[in-house]
C-alpha cells in the first residue's frame, strides 16, 4: 500500500487509522444527539448545531468531525487517480487536499437532500435546514473546485494560437497570465476585505428560519480561496518552466479510462 502513495508513506496506515476511529466516533456522538430528539426534554436540533456555545456535546461532536473531514481529506488525496495530475508543485498538495475535501463534500450535500426528500414526501415533515445547509456546502464545493482546477492544470484554455508560439513566447504568455491572476486577487482582497471582516466579526447569519451565518462565512472564505488559487497559479508556473512544449489535439479531451469502464459494462450487460 505504500507503494502508491503519495506524500504520506509509512503514515498512510495510521492516518487510516485514525480516519476510521474519528469517523467511528462522529458517527456515535451524532446517534446519542439523535437520541435526544426521542427522549431529552430539551433535545438538540440543527439549530444548535450552528450555535453550540454552552452546548459541550454539540461542540465534541463538530470538533471530533472535523477531526474526521480532515483525516479522511489526507487518506484520500494520498492516492492518484487514474485521470489526474502528479503533484508536482510547492503547493499542489495543499490544493490536493482541500480538492478531496471538495469531493467529500459533494456527498454530504446528496445526502442531505436524500434526507429532505424522504422526510417530505414520505413523512410529510420537510425540515427548515436541508436547503440552506446544502447552499452553504455547496458554495465551498465551488471555491475548492476551481483550486483543484487551478492545480490539475483543467481549468478552461485555448490553446489555438498558444501552441503556434515559440517556446520563449509561451512562457512569456504564462507570466503574463499568472501575472494578470496576481493583480485580480490584490485587487479582490483590497476591495473587499473590509466587508468580509464586518460580516464575519457580526457573523452575518441568511435571514432564514434556520438562519445559518452563510454570509458572515462564505466572504471570508472566498477571499481567502481565491488568494490559495493565486498561489496555486505561480506554484503551476515555477512547476512547468522547464518543461518541453506540449502539443495539443482534440484527442486530449478524450478519457480513455472512462471509455474502456463504459465498455466493460457494455460487454458485461451483453
Known amino acids: 500500500m505504500q507503494n502508491n502513495s503519495l506524500f504520506l508513506g509509512r503514515m498512510r496506515a495510521p492516518v487510516k487509522t485514525g480516519m476510521i476511529v474519528l469517523c467511528s466516533i462522529t458517527c456515535a456522538l451524532y446517534l446519542v444527539l439523535i437520541s435526544q430528539q426521542m427522549f431529552a426534554a430539551e433535545p438538540y436540533g440543527m439549530f444548535e448545531m450552528i450555535r453550540p456555545a454552552g452546548k459541550p456535546l454539540v461542540q465534541v461532536m463538530l470538533a471530533f468531525f472535523a477531526a474526521a473531514l480532515t ?12 485521470i489526474e495530475t502528479p503533484p508536482e508543485g510547492f503547493f499542489d498538495l495543499v490544493s490536493v487536499v482541500l480538492g478531496r475535501l471538495a469531493m467529500i463534500m459533494t456527498a ?9 426528500v424522504v422526510s417530505r414526501y414520505v413523512f410529510s415533515r420537510p425540515t427548515l435546514w436541508a436547503n440552506e445547509l446544502s447552499l452553504w456546502l455547496a458554495s465551498f464545493v465551488f471555491l475548492l473546485a476551481g483550486l483543484y482546477a487551478m492545480q490539475q492544470r483543467c481549468h478552461i484554455r485555448i490553446y489555438i494560437i498558444y501552441d503556434m508560439m515559440p517556446w520563449w513566447m509561451q512562457k512569456t504568455s504564462d507570466l503574463i497570465s499568472v501575472l494578470l491572476i496576481v493583480a485580480f486577487t490584490f485587487a479582490l482582497v483590497w476591495g473587499g476585505y473590509t466587508d468580509a471582516e464586518n460580516r464575519f466579526m457580526r457573523m452575518e447569519t441568511f435571514g432564514t428560519a434556520w438562519d445559518p451565518p452563510i454570509p458572515g462565512i462564505v466572504k471570508p472564505a472566498l477571499l481567502i480561496i481565491i488568494v490559495l488559487v493565486c498561489i496555486q497559479a505561480v506554484s503551476n508556473l515555477f512547476a512547468d518552466w522547464n518543461k518541453e512544449p506540449e502539443l495539443h489535439t482534440p484527442a486530449d479531451e478524450i478519457d480513455e479510462v472512462e471509455i474502456e469502464k463504459i465498455r466493460r459494462t457494455l460487454e458485461e450487460k451483453n
Open 108 to 116: 454530504f450535500i446528496v445526502l442531505v437532500m436524500f434526507y429532505e
Open 71 to 82: 483525516f479522511a481529506s489526507l487518506f484520500l488525496s494520498d492516492t492518484k487517480g487514474a
